[in-house]
C-alpha cells in the first residue's frame, strides 16, 4: 500500500519560491502517476499538476504553468513541485496524491487511490 506524506510549505513572500516534497512508502509508487492537488479556504479542491510514472507527460493547471514544475525521483520514491513566482492567490493547502491513472489525477480527483495529508503554503503580498 502507498503512502504520501508532503514537506516544504511555509511562508513567503510573492514573487519567492517553494520547493515541496513527497515521500512515498512502497516500491509500488514508481508504478503510479502523481499529482499535487491545492485546496484554498472556502474553495474546492483544484488540481495542479500531474506526472507520469515514466516522467514522459506532465500536465500543468493554467493557472501555474510557466511558474511550477513537477518532477519525480523514482529511486528515491520521491515526488517534487517546484514553485516559483509566488503569488498570493497561490495560497493553499497542498495535497500530494497517486494513481495508477493519469487521467484519475487530471480529472476524476475523487476516485484518486492514495492521498498525503497535506502542507500549508501562504504568499504574502
Known amino acids: 500500500q502507498v503512502q504520501l506524506v508532503e514537506s516544504g510549505g511555509g511562508l513567503v513572500q510573492a514573487g519567492g519560491s517553494l520547493r515541496l516534497s513527497c515521500a512515498a512508502s512502497?516500491?509500488?509508487?514508481?508504478?503510479?502517476?502523481m499529482g499535487w492537488f491545492r485546496q484554498a479556504p472556502g474553495k474546492e479542491r483544484e488540481f495542479v499538476a500531474a506526472?507520469?510514472?515514466?516522467?514522459?507527460?506532465?500536465y500543468y493547471a493554467d493557472s501555474v504553468k510557466g511558474r511550477f514544475a513537477i518532477s519525480r525521483d523514482n529511486g528515491k520514491i520521491m515526488g517534487y513541485l517546484q514553485m516559483n513566482s509566488l503569488i498570493p492567490e497561490d495560497t493553499a493547502v497542498y495535497y500530494c496524491?497517486?494513481?495508477?491513472?493519469?487521467?484519475?489525477?487530471?480529472?476524476?480527483?475523487?476516485?484518486?487511490?492514495?492521498w498525503g495529508q497535506g502542507t500549508q503554503v501562504t504568499v504574502s503580498s
Open positions: 496524491a497517486a494513481d495508477p491513472s493519469i487521467l484519475t489525477l487530471q480529472s476524476f480527483s475523487a476516485r484518486i487511490a492514495v
Open positions: 506526472i507520469t510514472w515514466r516522467g514522459d507527460n506532465i
Open positions: 512502497g516500491r509500488s509508487f514508481t508504478y503510479y502517476s
